[in-house]
């Protein structure tokens, strides 16, 4: 299992828009720098975050622990 494309460019272009574009459409204001940081620091954030967790199920460190009898069935329909 890889990583997929449209996921990874929808998400990118989620939070880039919301770091990259958003800080300067704000209006003037005295707390305007304020903002624009805020912005740029939640859609880094929120990016790094929700990648970490995407990549985290493409190869997890822990698979399910499953009981006897669904070996023994997976076994026996699998084969």
Same mark, same amino acid.
């Given at each position: +299992?890889?990583?997929? !494309?449209?996921?990874? $460019?929808?998400?990118?272009? @989620?939070?880039? @828009?919301?770091?990259? &574009?958003?800080?300067?459409? &704000?209006?003037?204001?005295?707390?305007?720098?304020? &903002?624009?940081?805020?912005?740029?620091?939640?859609?880094?954030?929120?990016?790094?975050?929700? $990648?970490?967790?995407? +990549?985290?199920?493409?190869?997890? !460190?822990?698979?399910?622990? $499953?009981?006897?009898?669904?070996?023994?069935?997976?076994?026996?329909?699998?084969?």
């Amino acid at each position: +299992m890889g990583a997929s !494309l449209i996921p990874v $460019l929808f998400f990118t272009i @989620v939070w880039g @828009v919301v770091g990259g &574009i958003l800080p300067f459409l &704000i209006p003037a204001s005295p707390h305007k720098s304020v &903002i624009q940081v805020s912005l740029l620091l939640t859609g880094i954030c929120c990016w790094l975050f929700w $990648l970490c967790c995407y +990549m985290s199920q493409m190869n997890p !460190l822990i698979g399910p622990i $499953l009981e006897n009898k669904a070996l023994f069935a997976m076994k026996q329909e699998w084969e």
